[in-house]
């Protein structure tokens, strides 16, 4: 089957979950519901196994911290994943979790909660934050800068955002963050009319 065309999601509570399997069927994906965990639960081979199993591309994997300042559970096996040579990372949705002891990671691109393209990073709540350009501050994002990924779109909490990113709306925001990597990846967007 070749590499597996995965895009990277840096949150994974049961909000996260729903929001992430909702886009997956918006977009035409798969989500690896199972990489959900607050913090992620599987180790990195567990999910690429999982990710070697799914019945197409592209692959959505969640990864969480659960607020730990130092390299938890989630970004190791985010780094197990990147590193992994049956595994292509197309981009990676950067989650903003209101961490800013972390050092954070820069962004290709931010969409605030109504999903507009901003020039600024975004807090959990999808507002900007005035600043450095385009900062994303979370508690599994700075593993993030060691890998030079295509394309790298930063957003708030997933789901939430104030209702703006409801999974029971169709989850605007990650669905657009989402759109944007395949877009960048040359994949073809699937209307999601299609999957309603």
């Not at 035409?28 to 992620?40: D, E, L």
């Not at 020039?119 to 507002?127: A, R």
């Not at 993030?144 to 209702?163: A, C, R, S, T």
Request: net charge negative; charged share 20%; aromatic share 4%.
């Amino acid at each position: 089957m070749g590499k597996r065309k995965v895009i990277l999601i840096t949150d994974g509570d049961r909000i996260a979950r729903e929001t992430v399997e909702e886009v997956a069927r918006r977009v035409g994906g798969r989500c690896i519901s199972a990489s959900a965990g607050n913090p992620t639960l599987l180790t990195g081979p567990d999910l690429v196994r999982l990710i070697q199993e799914a019945a197409h591309d592209p692959v959505l994997v969640m990864f969480d911290d659960c607020g730990s300042q130092g390299k938890g559970p989630g970004e190791t096996a985010l780094e197990h994943v990147v590193n992994h040579p049956g595994v292509e990372v197309l981009g990676v949705v950067a989650v903003a979790s209101n961490c800013y002891a972390a050092a954070g990671v820069q962004v290709d691109v931010a969409l605030d909660q109504k999903g507009h393209c901003v020039e600024h990073g975004v807090d959990k709540d999808g507002s900007v934050v005035n600043g450095a350009p385009l900062r994303i501050y979370g508690d599994t994002v700075d593993v993030l800068n060691q890998y030079q990924f295509p394309l790298v779109v930063g957003i708030g909490d997933v789901g939430k955002m104030e209702n703006y990113d409801d999974p029971l709306w169709g989850a605007p925001i990650t669905t657009k963050a989402v759109q944007l990597i395949l877009k960048q990846a040359g994949f073809s967007p699937v209307s999601s009319e299609k999957n309603s």
